[in-house]
């Protein structure tokens, strides 16, 4: 039987201007947008999932590797209690 080898890459957002008060919904400065696609062009032979989580720089700094790959942006759910890390599940585009 053939081994089969499953790599996962991490991927912080991209540089984001911090703005009290508008944690999900800040988007990436235009350098964050120009490392978003260095990012892809790092990474587009490597890819086959793509998941983010429902924050907008976090959404915008993989959109562009979705995007040249033809993949589907999965996004996962965070809870922002402290239970975080037991709640998470994926959810569909619609749902954010």
Do not use: C, F
Not at 30 to 47: N, P, T
């Amino acid at each position: 039987m053939e081994e089969v080898t499953t790599k996962i890459y991490m991927v912080r957002h991209a540089e984001s201007k911090y703005v009290p008060g508008v944690e999900r919904t800040r988007g990436l400065t235009d350098k964050g947008i120009l490392d978003s696609k260095i990012v892809a062009d790092i990474l587009q032979d490597e890819i086959d999932v793509v998941v983010s989580s429902p924050y907008q720089r976090a959404i915008q700094t993989v959109d562009e590797l979705a995007n040249r790959l033809n993949l589907r942006l999965n996004y996962m759910k965070i809870s922002e209690s402290a239970e975080w890390r037991k709640k998470d599940i994926l959810i569909k585009r619609e749902e954010i």
